[in-house]
């Protein structure tokens, strides 16, 4: 994935870089975003979310959650559809949060 920053009144420069997007990539990305989103833990913390397109319409989001030491973790894998990318991320991460994830992101803050 690459992000640009662009001046949202700048047209050209927006048209210019138009043939880099791809509707695929962005659907993942809408997955790994929402996981990240939904754990709001920040940068420095040891989690994962890695989306990806299976056969048929449908996508795999797998995540994780470790505390620093590496020696408690949390893993999900979900499958589902790609129109429902965001709310699979999300799910993704409440799974985390359900099977003890809340209790490791309370020591990480």
């Known amino acids: 994935v690459l992000g640009i920053e662009v001046r949202v009144d700048d047209a050209r420069v927006k048209g210019f870089l138009e043939f880099l997007k791809d509707e695929n990539t962005e659907t993942l990305v809408r997955a790994e975003r929402a996981f990240s989103a939904r754990l709001d833990c920040g940068c420095n913390a040891p989690v994962a979310c890695n989306a990806e397109h299976l056969q048929g319409g449908l996508i795999s989001v797998r ?7 590496g020696e408690r973790f949390i893993r999900t894998e979900l499958q589902g559809s790609a129109e429902y990318a965001a709310s699979l991320g999300d799910k993704a991460a409440a799974e985390i949060l359900a099977q003890g994830g809340e209790d490791i992101l309370k020591e990480l803050r």
């Open 63 to 69: 995540g994780l959650l470790s505390d620093l030491s």
